[in-house]
C-alpha cells in the first residue's frame, strides 16, 4: 500500500451508524494517548464522544495499513496552528495524513510526503447562510452561487466551504489565512481550480483539488500539492468494522451525469458510488 501512494492519495471513510458498537467503541478508545483520552472526555454529549473516538481511531488504524506499526504505537505532534503530524522517527517514510469529521462521516486521507488538506461536511440548512457567505467567499464565488437555483445554493455553498477549509489544512495555517484571500473555480476541461492573491505567494499550478459526495447530504474536498507531478489518482476505502478490527473496502468511483440539479459543469464533478469490495486489509 505505501508504494501505491507514490502515484496516488487514499481517502478512507468511516460511516458513524456503522461503527456504534459499545465494544467496537471500545477497541477505539484503548488505542487512544492519554492527551486524546482527556480531550474525548472532555464532550459533554455521547455522539460527540463516540464520533471524536471514531475520528482518532480510524486515523491509528488506516495508518497501520501502510507500515507495521500497532494502531496505538502512533505518536503524533502539531504545528503551532494545530495541524497533525506524524511524529518521524529515524527509518520512517514520509507519511502526512489530514482528518475531518461531521455528522455521521468521518474522512481520513493518507498521502506520501506532500502537503495535503481533507474537509467533509455534512449539507444542512443554515439560517446565516447570505451573511456567512458574504464574508467568507470572494465575488467570483460568490457570483458563482448567486447563478444556482435557490435548491442548489446550500450544496454550493458547502462545495466551496470543504474546498477552501481543505486548502486551509494542507497549507497548515489554520484560519490566519484570510478565506476571501483565495477563490476557486470549475474548469469544463480541468476540473477544480484556485486563483489566489499575489500576497500569499503561492502558484496555482502547484494544486490538485477534487470535490466528492460520498452519499446525497455530503461533500467531501481534497487539496493536494502535488508541485510539479502529475495529478495523482485519488482513491476511496471505507472502513468497515468485523471481528478483526476493521476491513478498508475499495469504493468504485463513478462520474455522475446529474446528482439533485448539479452536473460536472457546475459543482459537483464526482459521485462515490459503493458496493464494490475487491481490496480488503485488515487492521489486527
Same mark, same amino acid.
Not at 501502510?66 to 494502531?71: F, R
Not at 440548512?125 to 435548491?151: A, M, Q, W, Y
Given at each position: 500500500?505505501?508504494?501505491?501512494?507514490?502515484?496516488?492519495?487514499?481517502?478512507?471513510?468511516?460511516?458513524?451508524?456503522?461503527?456504534?458498537?459499545?465494544?467496537?467503541?471500545? @477497541?477505539?478508545?484503548?488505542?487512544?494517548?492519554?492527551?486524546?483520552?482527556?480531550?474525548?472526555?472532555?464532550?459533554?454529549?455521547?455522539?460527540?464522544?463516540?464520533?471524536?473516538?471514531?475520528?482518532?481511531?480510524?486515523?491509528?488504524?488506516?495508518?497501520?495499513?501502510?507500515?507495521?506499526?500497532?494502531?496505538?504505537?502512533?505518536?503524533?505532534?502539531?504545528?503551532?496552528?494545530?495541524?497533525?503530524?506524524?511524529?518521524?522517527?529515524?527509518?520512517?517514510?514520509?507519511?502526512?495524513?489530514?482528518?475531518?469529521?461531521?455528522?455521521? #462521516?468521518?474522512?481520513?486521507?493518507?498521502?506520501?510526503?506532500?502537503?495535503?488538506?481533507?474537509?467533509?461536511?455534512?449539507?444542512?440548512?443554515?439560517?446565516?447562510?447570505?451573511? #456567512?457567505?458574504?464574508?467568507?467567499?470572494?465575488?467570483?464565488?460568490?457570483?458563482?452561487?448567486?447563478?444556482?437555483?435557490?435548491?442548489?445554493?446550500?450544496?454550493?455553498?458547502?462545495? $466551496? @466551504?470543504?474546498?477552501?477549509?481543505?486548502?486551509?489544512?494542507?497549507?497548515?495555517?489554520?484560519?490566519?489565512?484570510?478565506?476571501?484571500?483565495?477563490?476557486?473555480?470549475?474548469?469544463?476541461?480541468?476540473?477544480?481550480?484556485?486563483?489566489?492573491?499575489?500576497?500569499?505567494?503561492?502558484?496555482?499550478?502547484? @494544486?490538485?483539488?477534487?470535490?466528492?459526495?460520498?452519499?446525497?447530504?455530503?461533500?467531501?474536498?481534497?487539496?493536494?500539492?502535488?508541485?510539479?507531478?502529475?495529478?495523482?489518482?485519488?482513491?476511496?476505502?471505507?472502513?468497515?468494522?468485523?471481528?478483526?478490527?476493521?476491513? $478498508?473496502?475499495?469504493?468504485?468511483?463513478?462520474?455522475?451525469?446529474?446528482?439533485?440539479?448539479?452536473?460536472?459543469?457546475?459543482?459537483?464533478?464526482?459521485?462515490?458510488?459503493?458496493?464494490?469490495?475487491?481490496?480488503?486489509?485488515?487492521?489486527?
Amino acid at each position: 500500500m505505501l508504494n501505491a501512494l507514490k502515484n496516488e492519495a487514499h481517502v478512507c471513510l468511516a460511516f458513524a451508524d456503522r461503527h456504534s458498537d459499545p465494544k467496537l467503541l471500545a @477497541w477505539y478508545r484503548d488505542l487512544l494517548s492519554e492527551e486524546e483520552l482527556e480531550k474525548h472526555n472532555s464532550f459533554f454529549f455521547d455522539r460527540d464522544r463516540d464520533l471524536y473516538l471514531l475520528t482518532h481511531g480510524l486515523v491509528r488504524a488506516t495508518l497501520s495499513r501502510y507500515l507495521k506499526i500497532d494502531p496505538d504505537k502512533w505518536v503524533f505532534t502539531y504545528n503551532r496552528h494545530g495541524r497533525p503530524e506524524i511524529a518521524q522517527s529515524e527509518g520512517n517514510p514520509q507519511l502526512r495524513f489530514s482528518v475531518s469529521r461531521t455528522h455521521g #462521516l468521518v474522512a481520513c486521507l493518507i498521502v506520501f510526503s506532500i502537503d495535503a488538506g481533507v474537509d467533509v461536511e455534512k449539507i444542512r440548512k443554515l439560517d446565516n447562510f447570505k451573511t #456567512l457567505s458574504e464574508n467568507v467567499f470572494t465575488h467570483l464565488e460568490l457570483s458563482r452561487l448567486r447563478d444556482l437555483s435557490e435548491n442548489d445554493q446550500m450544496e454550493g455553498f458547502f462545495t $466551496f @466551504w470543504t474546498l477552501k477549509e481543505a486548502y486551509i489544512k494542507a497549507k497548515g495555517t489554520g484560519l490566519s489565512l484570510p478565506l476571501n484571500s483565495f477563490s476557486f473555480y470549475f474548469d469544463a476541461a480541468r476540473g477544480v481550480r484556485i486563483s489566489v492573491d499575489a500576497e500569499l505567494q503561492d502558484m496555482p499550478s502547484n @494544486w490538485q483539488f477534487a470535490s466528492f459526495r460520498p452519499t446525497r447530504s455530503h461533500t467531501i474536498a481534497v487539496a493536494l500539492c502535488r508541485k510539479d507531478r502529475a495529478d495523482l489518482r485519488i482513491r476511496f476505502f471505507e472502513a468497515m468494522p468485523d471481528l478483526n478490527g476493521l476491513s $478498508f473496502l475499495y469504493l468504485k468511483q463513478y462520474p455522475l451525469e446529474n446528482l439533485n440539479g448539479f452536473t460536472p459543469k457546475k459543482l459537483i464533478p464526482f459521485h462515490i458510488e459503493k458496493g464494490y469490495a475487491n481490496e480488503s486489509l485488515r487492521t489486527r
